[in-house]
């Protein structure tokens, strides 16, 4: 029994101090630093696309120049109205911010790194984990599902509306 306990610690432990790898040998960063500019305020501005991103996963805060906390994690229906009730707070200086599409949150991985696959200058403290977005997946017997995109090893899945993933928000910008 201790043997397997010490065993199951060991393997958590090690996975949840891995450190981020990047190979940059054979291609450049997909979603380099230079690419967004730091709005000063938690959030930054893709200069590729113009969309503005939260810096934080959903539940967590920006101080000190870094993410602090835990993300929450948060059903399909529930990323949505809390991206609404965030909204509605007016906390974040925007009343527009929204769980990205698809196509969106795939512009912010990074393909050259793993554990996790986002540039972590940009986007500090990110899980290695799966991502909420509003993309559903087409066919009615698939009401039920929506895609997520995992910043670890899965890649985009899709999954049921009803499991909690972590959320980053987005917004249009200007």
């Given at each position: 029994m201790r043997t397997t306990l010490f065993a199951v610690c060991l393997l958590w432990s090690c996975w949840a101090f891995a450190e981020q790898t990047c190979d940059t040998s054979v291609h450049?960063?997909?979603?380099?630093?230079e690419r967004f500019a730091d709005n000063g305020d938690g959030t930054v501005t893709d200069?590729?696309?113009r969309l503005m991103w939260m810096r934080c996963s959903l539940g967590q805060n920006w101080s000190g120049g870094t993410c602090t906390g835990a993300p929450g994690?948060?059903?399909?229906?529930?990323?949505?109205?809390?991206a609404e009730?965030?909204?509605?707070?007016?906390?974040?200086?925007?009343n527009d911010w929204r769980v990205p599409k698809l196509p969106e949150l795939a512009s912010i991985a990074?393909?050259?790194?793993?554990?996790?696959?986002?540039?972590l200058t940009i986007f500090p403290n990110t899980p290695p984990a799966r991502f909420w977005t509003t993309t559903l997946r087409p066919g009615g017997e698939f009401d039920a599902y929506a895609y997520a995109l995992d910043f670890g090893s899965q890649g985009v899945q899709h999954e049921s509306k009803a499991l909690s993933f972590n959320v980053r928000l987005v917004r249009t910008g200007q």
């Open positions: 450049p960063l997909s979603a380099p630093s200069t590729e696309s994690q948060y059903s399909w229906e529930e990323a949505g109205a809390a009730a965030l909204n509605q707070s007016g906390s974040q200086f925007f990074e393909r050259e790194c793993q554990n996790p696959r986002i540039n």
